[in-house]
C-alpha cells in the first residue's frame, strides 16, 4: 500500500516500525474511521524487559500518541509455560511468585512511554493470568482446542526449526501458540481489541488468533509485526559487551543507558532516531544529513532522546554531562557508575580479577583475565598488565575513590564502604 490515510500507521510506516500487515487496507480504514483498541504482549522472564523490547514499546506510545488505546498484556498466565518461538531449548520454569515478581519491577517502566487510566484512551496493563490461571482443561481443549490442525502448528517456523534442529519440544511448549491466540480473543471479547502486535518472530502465533478469532465469533481481528532489529554489524538489540541493556534503573544505570545508545554504529543512527525517539521526521532529517565528526554530537543527541523519555531529561542530560567530563576533560565525576567495596575487604585487598567482576565490567573471571591480557584494564588510568594484582585502600585517590576502567568507554568508581 502506497499511503496509509490513518496517522497511526502512516507514523509507524515512515518510522520503520511496519514488518508484515495481515490486512493493510482493512486496518487502514478501521484505524481512519474509530478509536482502535491493540495489544502487545510481554513476558515476565526477569525483572526487567531490555532495550529488545523498546520497539514493541515505542509501538503502544504511537498508538495511544495517535489518539488510540493501547494494551500492554503482562504474560502473569503464559509466563508459567515460556514461549518456545525459535529457542534452541525450553526456558526455565518459574514459580508463580517469581513471575509476580517479576510483572511487578516490570511495570515500573510502562508509565514512562504510555498514560494509564479508566478513559476511552488510556493505556490499560492487563494480566492474562486473570483468565488463563483458572481455566477448566477440559472445557478449554472441547471449546478451543478444537479449533487448531496440528498439522498446521508443526509446519510453523518457529516450531519447525526446534524440529529440524532434532531439539526436544514439550507439549507444554507446544501449547503456548494456542494460550496466545486465546488471549487476543479474550481480549476482543473484554475489551474490543482489534489489533495484536509484535515482533516479526510471533507472526504465526498472532496469525493463529485471528484464525481463533474468526472460528469464535469476533469482529475482524488484524495483525502487525515489527522487524526484528539487530545493528549494522549484526549484533543482537539489547546486547552489550556486559550483558543485556536492562530498562529499570536498579538493574541499569541512566549514565550505562546513556552510554549504550551513545555508540551506537555510524550507520544505525538514523534508523535508531526514527524508532526509538519522539524527534519530528523534519529534524531526524536535518540531524541524519549530518557527516563526518558531527555524527558524534548527532548520536549524543539520540542517547539523550532515548534516556529522556525512560529516566527523564533530567538524569539523561545528567549522564551526558557526566560522559563530557569523562571524556572531554578527562576530570572524574561523582556521577559515574560506582561499586561499594566494604572497608575489611578493601583494606585486605582484592584480586584485580574478582574487582573486574564485582564491578560488573567482566561475567566471569576468565573474562576479566582476557581483558586484563589485551591491555584493556586501568587502575586510575594507568594500565594493569599482571592479573595476579591485588587492589587495595592504597590506591584510593585524593578524590576518595579506585577509578577502574576498561577500554576508553567504560568507567566504574570503586568507593570503600564503611
Given at each position: 500500500m502506497s499511503e496509509f490515510k490513518s496517522d497511526f500507521l502512516r507514523t509507524l510506516k515512515e518510522r520503520g516500525f511496519i514488518h508484515q500487515v495481515s490486512d493493510e487496507s482493512g486496518l487502514d480504514d478501521l484505524f481512519a474511521k474509530e478509536t482502535v483498541t491493540a495489544y502487545i504482549g510481554f513476558d515476565p522472564t526477569a525483572p526487567s524487559l531490555h532495550a529488545g523490547s523498546l520497539i514493541q514499546i515505542m509501538m503502544l506510545h504511537w498508538m495511544q500518541k495517535t489518539g488510540h488505546r493501547a494494551i500492554s498484556l503482562m504474560g502473569g498466565g503464559t509466563g508459567m509455560v515460556g514461549d518456545p518461538s525459535f529457542k534452541e531449548e525450553a526456558r526455565q520454569l518459574m514459580t508463580v511468585d517469581t513471575i509476580e515478581g517479576n510483572i511487578a519491577s516490570i511495570k515500573r517502566v510502562f508509565s514512562n512511554y504510555l498514560n494509564y487510566g479508566d478513559g476511552p484512551k488510556d493505556a490499560l496493563m492487563i494480566n492474562n493470568a486473570e483468565w488463563l490461571r483458572s481455566l477448566n482443561y477440559l472445557e478449554f481443549l472441547r471449546d478451543v482446542g478444537k479449533h487448531?490442525?496440528?498439522?498446521?502448528?508443526?509446519?510453523?517456523?518457529?516450531?519447525?526449526?526446534?524440529?529440524?534442529?532434532?531439539?526436544?519440544?514439550?507439549?507444554?511448549?507446544?501449547?503456548?501458540?494456542?494460550?496466545?491466540?486465546?488471549?487476543?480473543?479474550?481480549?476482543?471479547?473484554?475489551?474490543?481489541?482489534?489489533?495484536?502486535?509484535?515482533?516479526?518472530?510471533?507472526?504465526?502465533?498472532?496469525?493463529?488468533?485471528?484464525?481463533?478469532?474468526?472460528?469464535?465469533?469476533?469482529?475482524?481481528?488484524?495483525?502487525?509485526?515489527?522487524?526484528?532489529?539487530?545493528?549494522?554489524?549484526?549484533?543482537?538489540?539489547?546486547?552489550?559487551?556486559?550483558?543485556?541493556?536492562?530498562?529499570?534503573?536498579?538493574?541499569?544505570?541512566?549514565?550505562?543507558?546513556?552510554?549504550?545508545?551513545?555508540?551506537?554504529?555510524?550507520?544505525?543512527?538514523?534508523?535508531?532516531?526514527?524508532?526509538?525517539?519522539?524527534?519530528?521526521?523534519?529534524?531526524?532529517?536535518?540531524?541524519?544529513?549530518?557527516?563526518?565528526?558531527?555524527?558524534?554530537?548527532?548520536?549524543?543527541?539520540?542517547?539523550?532522546?532515548?534516556?529522556?523519555?525512560?529516566?527523564?531529561?533530567?538524569?539523561?542530560?545528567?549522564?551526558?554531562?557526566?560522559?563530557?567530563?569523562?571524556?572531554?576533560?578527562?576530570?572524574?565525576?561523582?556521577?559515574?557508575?560506582?561499586?561499594?567495596?566494604?572497608?575489611?575487604?578493601?583494606?585486605?585487598?582484592?584480586?584485580?580479577?574478582?574487582?573486574?567482576?564485582?564491578?560488573?565490567?567482566?561475567?566471569?573471571?576468565?573474562?576479566?583475565?582476557r581483558h586484563v591480557q589485551g591491555g584493556a584494564v586501568r587502575i586510575n588510568d594507568e594500565a594493569v598488565s599482571d592479573e595476579r594484582k591485588m587492589i587495595g585502600s592504597g590506591e584510593i585517590t585524593a578524590d576518595g575513590v579506585i577509578k577502574l576502567s576498561l577500554g576508553k568507554k567504560k568507567h566504574i568508581l570503586i568507593r570503600r564502604a564503611a
Open positions: 487448531f490442525s496440528v498439522n498446521r502448528m508443526l509446519s510453523f517456523d518457529s516450531v519447525k526449526t526446534r524440529l529440524d534442529r532434532e531439539q526436544s519440544l514439550s507439549f507444554l511448549e507446544f501449547n503456548y501458540m494456542i494460550l496466545q491466540a486465546y488471549d487476543f480473543v479474550e481480549l476482543a471479547k473484554r475489551y474490543d481489541c482489534r489489533l495484536q502486535m509484535g515482533g516479526s518472530d510471533q507472526w504465526g502465533n498472532i496469525v493463529n488468533g485471528i484464525d481463533l478469532g474468526h472460528r469464535m465469533g469476533t469482529p475482524q481481528l488484524y495483525a502487525l509485526t515489527s522487524p526484528l532489529l539487530t545493528t549494522s554489524s549484526g549484533a543482537k538489540m539489547g546486547k552489550s559487551a556486559t550483558g543485556a541493556v536492562w530498562l529499570n534503573a536498579d538493574m541499569l544505570s541512566a549514565y550505562d543507558f546513556w552510554q549504550y545508545w551513545r555508540n551506537t554504529e555510524d550507520a544505525d543512527v538514523s534508523r535508531f532516531l526514527k524508532l526509538y525517539t519522539t524527534l519530528p521526521m523534519d529534524e531526524i532529517a536535518r540531524l541524519a544529513a549530518l557527516g563526518g565528526s558531527e555524527i558524534n554530537e548527532v548520536k549524543k543527541i539520540l542517547a539523550t532522546e532515548v534516556t529522556a523519555i525512560l529516566h527523564g531529561r533530567e538524569a539523561a542530560e545528567q549522564a551526558a554531562e557526566t560522559a563530557r567530563k569523562t571524556f572531554e576533560e578527562g576530570s572524574l565525576s561523582e556521577n559515574l557508575p560506582s561499586v561499594d567495596i566494604p572497608a575489611t575487604e578493601l583494606d585486605g585487598g582484592i584480586g584485580l580479577l574478582s574487582l573486574i567482576v564485582r564491578a560488573g565490567l567482566a561475567s566471569s573471571n576468565g573474562e576479566a583475565r
